[in-house]
């Protein structure tokens, strides 16, 4: 099989042991979400849900995941976004890109945990200044 370009979504409580190709299995109870690389290589990818990991958006019909997927440990490094139940593709990371983006991570990571506060500069602006109007009460 190829690159997916849809996926479907279950609700489950328990990951199953093996995975059917273009499902994400979301897991509230464990607060993570799994599903086979969109690409059809097999692989599991795992991606656990918190403010400095992913999330899941749930309209009721579709689910989304951010932000997007780089299975940078796998062979087939393939990098890719879940919107609305579609796979989007995206170009394949250079070396020196895939260090950027786990140093920001890493960054991100440890600002979170050093103040409360910081996860919001994860979140699109308009949320920033939502909460920056509650502190400031
Ligand atoms: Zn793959």
Wanted: glycine share 10%; hydrophobic share 30%; net charge negative.
């Amino acid at each position: 099989m190829g690159r997916a370009r849809r996926v479907s979504h279950r609700f489950v409580e328990h990951i199953p042991g093996s995975l059917e190709d273009g499902v994400v299995y979301v897991s509230i109870e464990y607060g993570t979400a799994v599903h086979k690389c969109c690409c059809g290589c097999g692989e599991e990818v795992v991606t656990p849900l918190s403010p400095t990991d992913w999330k899941l958006i749930y309209d009721g019909e579709t689910v989304s995941l951010s932000p997007s997927i780089g299975n940078w440990s796998f062979k087939c490094q393939s990098h890719y976004w879940i919107i609305q139940n579609r796979v989007g593709w995206a170009r394949k990371w250079s070396a020196e890109e895939i260090r950027e983006g786990r140093d920001a991570d890493l960054h991100r990571k440890r600002q979170y945990y050093a103040d409360g506060d910081a996860g919001a500069s994860y979140l699109p602006g308009f949320f920033d200044d939502a909460f920056t109007d509650d502190d400031q009460e």
